[in-house]
Structure formats: structure tokens, C-alpha cells
């Protein structure tokens, strides 16, 4: 199926590695040109030159931290120069620390939501105006499942990506007739370095036999999902035949989630 995505102009955050990677290698490779956003610039630029070769799209390296107000208008600024317009935009970064929620004081809190939040708002706040010119455009923001069902130990990020549902929700409705959709996509557990920070033993990507064993026991399809996973959901969404797809959350997770809604 071609997701007629050739000539459209991309941002996508976190994409030296994981998930923001594999986003920004598959709409490149459907044609897309891409602005890829990290905070480390040379495992950045590796990523992007490498996509470049491998699907002979352009991509640019912006890195910044989106963390920052400031930042976060550069990349905008950034993008605009390199590319012209904004047609995709995918919210996606790491997230804030784990622990009990009465144990963050207020600076944990401003941080989480400078990440988790305010990122989204900005980033959305300075794409908008490039995507109400043209007439469309694609947000789509990368989450957790954790937002819509959530665990002990993650507030922070419970918290603040619930606010960037409800964020997102409201922003669809101003948008749509402008031909603009906003989505969001709570992913389970996905085989990523996290995923041993999060689930395993703390160290990037090391998760030891039983501990897969317990997580695989909770996932109806008896696997961790891949990158690319989310990634074909992201460039489906980014593309005209999700035209009439819009404020809708959804969850990549095997099965996991078990309510009705």
C-alpha cells in the first residue's frame, strides 16, 4: 500500500533511537522528508545519515531538548528553514523517573511536565500555523499505556501524558475542519532499551529470563512488540487515508488493555 506520504515534510522527536528511530526510517522510507530531534547531536546525526543512505529520503538533524522553551522554538524555527513546512509532527520523547508519588517534590513535578507536556503543547502551538496554511497535517503524540491504565510507581508520567490526552482531544476538535488530525498512541511494552530501565533490572535493555517471564505473562500475544510496530501505526496515521481518524487514543500493546473502551 503506498501511504502517499512523497512530499511531505516531517518532525520527529526522539529519533536517534527506539521507537522515535524506527518512526522516522519508516516515513522516510514511504517517501517522507524528515526532520529528526534528540538531545545528543552525534548519535543524532549518525541516525539521520543513516537513514538518509538506507531510503534515499533527506532527513536533517536538529538536536535540542525539548525540555526547554527555548528549544523547543528552535526546532520549530529549525525545521521551517530546512524543510519549508510541517505536515507531520510526532511528539514522542523518554520519560520522567519511576518511584512512589509523595516521594517528588515540585521540581520533579515542573520537570515531568516541561517534558511530557509542555513539549507537546509547544511543539504543537509552533507547527500549527504551517499546517493551517496548507490545509493539513498530522500530530501525533507518543505515549504510554501506562496513561490509560496506570501503574504503581510511573505518577509522573501517568500524570502528565494524561494531560497531553486530554491536550490532544480538545486540540482535534479545533482542528479538524482545517483538515488537521491529532492522535495518540499508547504503546505496551515494546523492546527498547527502556525496556530493561523500566521492567528489567535497571540497566538499559537487560531483562533477565523470569522477569520477561512475569511481563509476557500479562500480554495476551505472549510478546514484547517491536519498534516498528508503532512505527507502521505513526506513518498510517501520518498519511491521507487516516483522513477522517482524529482524537482518538490509540493502544499498541498485544492485546494487554482489557477494558471495552
Not at 536533517?60 to 527555548?70: E, H, L, N, Y
Not at 504543537?124 to 496513561?147: D, E, F, H, K, V
Not at 475542519?177 to 499508547?186: D, L
Not at 535493555?205 to 508503532?230: S, T, W, Y
Request: charged letters at 20%.
Amino acid at each position: 500500500m503506498d501511504l502517499n506520504l512523497k512530499g511531505k515534510f516531517a518532525l520527529v522527536g526522539g529519533a536517534s533511537q527506539g521507537i522515535g528511530y524506527a518512526i522516522a526510517h519508516l516515513l522516510a522510507a514511504e517517501g517522507a522528508t524528515v526532520a529528526m530531534v534528540a538531545r545528543k547531536e552525534e548519535p543524532l546525526k549518525e541516525a539521520s545519515q543513516r537513514i538518509e543512505y538506507e531510503t534515499g529520503s533527506r532527513t536533517f538533524a536538529i538536536a535540542a531538548d525539548i525540555r526547554k522553551a527555548t528549544d523547543c522554538e528552535m526546532i520549530i524555527d529549525s525545521a521551517l528553514q530546512l524543510m519549508g513546512r510541517i505536515d507531520v509532527l510526532v511528539n514522542n520523547d523518554g520519560a520522567p523517573p519511576l518511584g512512589e508519588i509523595e516521594t517528588f517534590d515540585d521540581v520533579a513535578w515542573s520537570r515531568a511536565v516541561e517534558q511530557n507536556l509542555m513539549s507537546v503543547v509547544r511543539l504543537c502551538r509552533g507547527s500549527l500555523p504551517s499546517m493551517r496554511q496548507n490545509q493539513w497535517g498530522r500530530i501525533i503524540n507518543i505515549t504510554a499505556l501506562s496513561a490509560i491504565q496506570p501503574i504503581a510507581r510511573f505518577g509522573l508520567s501517568v500524570a502528565t501524558w494524561a494531560g497531553v490526552i486530554g491536550f490532544a482531544k480538545t486540540l482535534s476538535l479545533e482542528t479538524a475542519a482545517a483538515g488537521i488530525t491529532v492522535n495518540t498512541i499508547c504503546p505496551g511494552r515494546i523492546e527498547t532499551s527502556r525496556l530493561g530501565t523500566v521492567f528489567g533490572d535497571g540497566k538499559p535493555g537487560n531483562v533477565q529470563a523470569d522477569q520477561m517471564a512475569q511481563m509476557l505473562a500479562q500480554i495476551p500475544m505472549k510478546r514484547v512488540g517491536q519498534p516498528n510496530e508503532i512505527a507502521g501505526l505513526v506513518a498510517f496515521l501520518s498519511s491521507p487515508w487516516a483522513a477522517y481518524i482524529t482524537g482518538h487514543v490509540h493502544h499498541v500493546d498485544g492485546g494487554r488493555l482489557s477494558h471495552l473502551i
